[in-house]
């Protein structure tokens, strides 16, 4: 690498060292990439055998209109299939809100990606202040309407960090949103009912095949980038 390259590599969130709390974040934001990875060839290995479950390690929408037909079919409560959508969902929220808090307007350039040339940087500034006029407008509702707002979830919930959100207040609101996303999704599945149990358990045959089929995509594309940037 050369030392222009050097110079040209956008700033770490942290600034000029990182403290054990930026360690933390950086490393459960990396898992969060790698767990997101792991759980695509998951879905069509686990989605006609063990829906429920990849609904709760998920949050899966295939997996909640799956249980969601399962409900209609009285294999399990309606509630049972809304509650458990949630934790699968708002696993990662708060790394987010926490790295918003931390490293404030970094954190949203981070997540906005970290292009250094001047036409990256000035697209950059000019979506993060958009966000930030967005949030600031909606206020607390733009976390409960983060899964329904025309921007990726995470980016609201890095600027409901680096707003001052406290975490309990975010948690909760993240709780709300939360429900009001799988709360439809699973009453769809209800709606659909016995035919969509059996679109999945069609799926289901195929689910190794299919399973192998997304992992081989991942790796390609991941050899893809490497070679890209090599």
């Known amino acids: 690498m050369s030392p222009g390259a050097a110079v040209c590599r956008p700033p770490a969130p942290w ?28 879905v069509p290995a686990l989605i006609g055998s063990h829906p429920l479950l990849l609904e709760v390690v998920g949050g899966s929408t295939l997996a909640e209109v799956t249980v969601g037909a399962q409900s209609r079919l ?7 299939a809304v509650a458990a959508g949630v934790p699968g969902m708002m696993m990662f929220d708060w790394v987010f809100w926490w790295a918003g808090r931390r490293w404030g307007d970094r954190a949203l350039h981070l997540a906005l990606g970290r292009s250094s040339s001047p036409r990256g940087v000035a697209t950059r500034e000019a979506r993060s202040a958009r966000l930030e006029r967005t949030a600031e407008r909606l206020g607390p509702a733009a976390v409960v309407l983060a899964y329904y707002l ?8 890095v600027v409901a960090g680096l707003s001052g959100m406290r975490l309990r207040t975010f948690l909760v609101l993240d709780v709300v949103g939360t429900l009001l996303w799988v709360g439809p999704v699973v009453g769809l599945g209800y709606a659909v009912g016995k035919p969509a149990v059996d679109v999945v358990h069609g799926v289901d045959r195929y689910s190794t095949l299919l399973a192998v089929a997304v992992l081989l995509v991942v790796i390609g594309v991941q050899v893809r980038r490497r070679r890209a940037v090599a």
């Open 74 to 80: 009285g294999e399990l409560p309606l509630w049972v």
């Open 15 to 42: 600034g000029d060292g990182a403290e054990r709390a930026d360690t933390v974040i950086a490393l459960l934001l990396g898992f969060y990439v790698a767990y997101s990875l792991a759980l695509w060839p998951l």
């Open 150 to 157: 025309p921007v990726p979830s995470v980016l609201i919930y």
